[in-house]
C-alpha cells in the first residue's frame, strides 16, 4: 500500500468553478424534493446535482419554521462532518508538497511525550487519522456520564456547555488519559478527536492556522464564498437548524470541534467542491480517494467512504450532521456525477433518508443515460 506519494511536479491548485448554479427543472427531481419535505420532520433541503460539468440546484421546504423563508442554492447550513473532507483536501496537499507522510508517527508532530498514543507497540500514524482507524475516542472531554439522565432534547445545550471554555491546552493534556484498546489501523470508527489532531498536525507542519490554509488552497481558489465558520457567517446568514419534534436546535459553535464539524456551507458552494472532487487527473484528489482501509464492510480512503459496485465503478461519499442539520455528498466519478444534499433537520433517519434521495436521483439519472453504469 502507498503511504506517501513523493513524485511528480508540482501540484494543481483548485480552481474556481464559474458561472452560477442553474434552477434545475426536471420533473422527476422536482417531485422526489418535495415528496422528501413533506415527510416529517423534514423541514428543508437544497440539493445540488453536477453532471458532466453542467450543475443545477434544487432547494425545497423553508430555512425556519417560524419565518417561513424559502430555501435557496445560496441558504447555509451546518455540515458537520463533511468538514473532515476539506481537512483530507489539505491532508493531500501536504503529502504531495512533502511536509509529512502518511505513515509518520503522529508523536513526532504533538508538543510533547505521549507514550500511550500506541498500542503493543504500534503507534497511531498520520493515515490512522484519516482514515478513521486511529482508535481515539470520539470526544474529548469523554465525560459519557454527564449525558446519561438527561432527555435527549436537553443534551445539545449540555454539550454545548461542556466545550463552551474546552481549549487547545486542555485538549491535549486529556490527551495524555487516553488509552488505546486495539491495534491502530485495523478497524474504521468515527472519531472527532481525530480529526482535531489532523488539523493540528497540518497546523504545524505549515506553520500557519487551519483556517488560513483551507482559505487558501481550497476556498479562495474554488470560488466557495459561503463556507466559512460560524463567526465569519453575515448574522442571519445560517438556516436554523430543527431537531426531530421541529424545535429549533443551538448552532455548533465551539471553538475546539471547528476543525471535526465546524463548517457552514451552501448547495451551489458545495457543487464547486464536488466538481473539484470528481478530477481524479489531480494527484490530490486521486489519493484523497485510494482505499486506504477495508474492514467491517467499509472501505476508507482519507476520510470519504469507497462503495464498489457489481460491475467495478466506485460511488464515494461522507455525511455529516449537528444537533439540527444533515449532509451528504456522493460522487459518481465514472459517471461525471455528484450531488450534495444539505438539510436543516437531524433524527437518527435524516442522513438514511438523504442517502436515499440522493439514491433515487442518481437512478432517475442513469435511467436517462443508457451508458452509464448504473449507482451502488
Not at 427543472?25 to 417531485?31: E, F, G, S, T, W
Not at 509518520?104 to 487519522?129: K, S
Amino acid at each position: 500500500m502507498l503511504l506517501a506519494c513523493r513524485e511528480g511536479g508540482p501540484s494543481r491548485a483548485p480552481e474556481a468553478t464559474a458561472g452560477a448554479c442553474r434552477v434545475g427543472a426536471d420533473p422527476a427531481i422536482l417531485a422526489l424534493g418535495a415528496a422528501f419535505v413533506k415527510a416529517p420532520p423534514a423541514v428543508g433541503v437544497s440539493l445540488g446535482v453536477h453532471r458532466a460539468g453542467e450543475v443545477e440546484c434544487y432547494d425545497f421546504g423553508v430555512t425556519n419554521r417560524v419565518t417561513g423563508a424559502p430555501t435557496t442554492s445560496q441558504s447555509v447550513y451546518e455540515i458537520g462532518s463533511l468538514t473532515k473532507v476539506f481537512t483530507s483536501a489539505l491532508l493531500a496537499r501536504a503529502v504531495r508538497e512533502q511536509k509529512l507522510r502518511l505513515d509518520d508517527d503522529i508523536r513526532a508532530y504533538l508538543p510533547e511525550a505521549y507514550p500511550n498514543l500506541e498500542f503493543d507497540g504500534r503507534p497511531i500514524r498520520v493515515l490512522h487519522l484519516a482514515n478513521l482507524t486511529s482508535e481515539l475516542p470520539n470526544w474529548l472531554p469523554d465525560r459519557p456520564e454527564l449525558f446519561e439522565d438527561l432527555r435527549p432534547e436537553a443534551i445539545p445545550a449540555a454539550l454545548v456547555a461542556l466545550h463552551r471554555d474546552y481549549d487547545r491546552a486542555q485538549f491535549y493534556r486529556d490527551l495524555h488519559g487516553v488509552r488505546l484498546s486495539a491495534t491502530p489501523g485495523a478497524r474504521p470508527r468515527h472519531s472527532n478527536v481525530a480529526a482535531q489532531l489532523l488539523a493540528f498536525i497540518l497546523e504545524r507542519v505549515y506553520g500557519r492556522s487551519y483556517e488560513s490554509l483551507l482559505r487558501d488552497h481550497v476556498l479562495g481558489p474554488l470560488g466557495m464564498e459561503h463556507t466559512s465558520f460560524h463567526a465569519d457567517q453575515p448574522p442571519g446568514a445560517l438556516a436554523t437548524g430543527h431537531d426531530p419534534a421541529g424545535n429549533p436546535t443551538p448552532y455548533v459553535n465551539m471553538q475546539d470541534l471547528r476543525t471535526a464539524g465546524g463548517l457552514t456551507s451552501s448547495s451551489a458552494d458545495m457543487l464547486k467542491f464536488v466538481a473539484f472532487q470528481l478530477d481524479e487527473t489531480r494527484e490530490d484528489v486521486a489519493l484523497s480517494h485510494r482505499v486506504t482501509v477495508e474492514a467491517e464492510g467499509d472501505a476508507v480512503g482519507l476520510n470519504w467512504h469507497v462503495d464498489r459496485g457489481p460491475d467495478g465503478a466506485r460511488t464515494i461519499w461522507h455525511t455529516g450532521g449537528t444537533f439540527g442539520f444533515s449532509s451528504y455528498v456522493v460522487l459518481h466519478p465514472a459517471r461525471e456525477l455528484g450531488i450534495v444534499l444539505l438539510a436543516n433537520e437531524s433524527d437518527p433517519q435524516a442522513q438514511p433518508r438523504l442517502v436515499a434521495l440522493a439514491d433515487a436521483v442518481a437512478q432517475h439519472l442513469a435511467a436517462g443515460d443508457p451508458g452509464s453504469p448504473p449507482p451502488r
